[in-house]
């Protein structure tokens, strides 16, 4: 519990020094919006830039325990980024557990008796928002804060058909995750993790000495997704060091598939802490931006309609959608030509008329 303490007063005190150190936001703050998810009234913020485009990337973003969707949305800066890049961004909001504290369910000790189905939610969250606002239903990302970073750990394990890759930042396996963790697709991962990390430590914590749970250290992690992924190559190099003043560098290890386009990618902030680098603690980069062009490897070009990925539309995606119908398939957002979320007989004349005309 002194544990929990302190790590609840030591990040306050940094985000209100970070707070004063920002004399206006260089966005209008989204609303605070409200969605049903297991029987539960959740919150989210949602940011969509003025320019966007349909099937338009969606980026999720997780806070970190005892913090909240605003604050992280506030010091990411992910809204300039989505600006820029023309992708929507969601900042989904914890409940709140018996300490007080906002949170995301990925089974720490003190929350064995928590039932919140984190997972569901974001799944549930990400199928409405892709469809309400025309949003991609390939080009799903996660990534968040420490206890953010776990929930994306998760969510790679458990839900690889909704989220493409993720980016967790101080991120932890924990151990009942790592050792169920089955996914349908396996997917690209980049963990930015300080090694001096007096929260989500480096090395992990199998013991549970720190009252969190047993959980996985980032070299294991790394290594679990690289094999998961059949990395065959690693390519290692050490970033320049901008801010001397910040004290820590990073060493960055890129690993990849030959086969594939899946990567796993590990910066490594040499005696760097519990940070969000560019926000606080290290200097060196810009984790968002980071973390974006990272997802951009791994943005699908894709066409409704295109069932089977070659790039055209033709009698054989007719086949696969009359296929789908037959056999009452898995819904198919490729199939679903008119949107109305379900595939049907309505699919095969859009398509057909798409054909002739």
Not at 292 to 314: A, R
Request: charge should be negative; proline fraction near 3%; aromatic fraction near 14%.
């Amino acid at each position: 519990k002194y544990r929990i303490l302190h790590y609840v007063i030591s990040s306050m005190l940094r985000y209100i020094l970070f707070f004063l150190h920002i004399s206006c936001f260089a966005w209008s703050q989204p609303q605070l919006k409200q969605f049903i998810s297991g029987g539960i009234n959740r919150s989210y913020y949602l940011y969509i830039p003025d320019s966007i485009k349909q099937e338009a990337p969606l980026v999720f973003v997780f806070h970190g325990y005892s913090s909240s969707a605003l604050t992280i949305m506030n010091y990411s800066g992910f809204n300039n980024i989505a600006d820029e890049n023309g992708f929507a961004v969601c900042y989904p909001q914890g409940t709140i557990d018996d300490n007080g504290n906002r949170f995301f369910n990925v089974g720490y000790s003190f929350h064995l008796d928590q039932e919140v189905d984190d997972v569901g939610f974001a799944i549930s969250l990400a199928n409405y928002l892709q469809l309400e606002y025309n949003l991609s239903q390939v080009n799903t990302f996660s990534t968040g804060m420490s206890n953010g970073g776990d929930i994306s750990y998760l969510l790679a394990c458990q839900a690889s058909t909704v989220f493409r890759a993720i980016g967790p930042v101080s991120g932890v396996m924990m151990e009942w995750i790592y050792d169920s963790c089955d996914p349908e697709k396996p997917m690209s991962v980049l963990e930015i993790h300080g090694t001096n990390d007096n929260i989500s430590k480096w090395n992990g914590d199998l013991e549970d000495q720190d009252g969190w749970g047993p959980y996985i250290g980032v070299n294991t992690a790394i290594r679990f997704w690289s094999e998961l992924n059949h990395c065959n190559s690693v390519i290692a190099d050490t970033l320049l060091d901008i801010n001397t003043s910040d004290g820590s560098y990073i060493a960055t290890e890129k690993y990849q598939n030959e086969l594939n386009d899946n990567e796993i990618w590990l910066y490594k902030i040499v005696d760097g802490d519990h940070d969000w680098p560019g926000a606080y603690g290290n200097m060196d980069i810009d984790a968002s931006q980071a973390i974006w062009d990272f997802f951009t490897k791994f943005l699908l070009e894709y066409n409704i309609g295109d069932v089977n990925y070659n790039g055209s539309i033709d009698v054989f995606d007719l086949i696969l959608i009359a296929d789908e119908i037959f056999y009452n398939s898995s819904y198919n957002f490729l199939s679903d030509l008119n949107r109305d979320s379900s595939i049907d007989l309505n699919d095969i004349v859009a398509l057909l008329t798409a054909l002739l005309y």
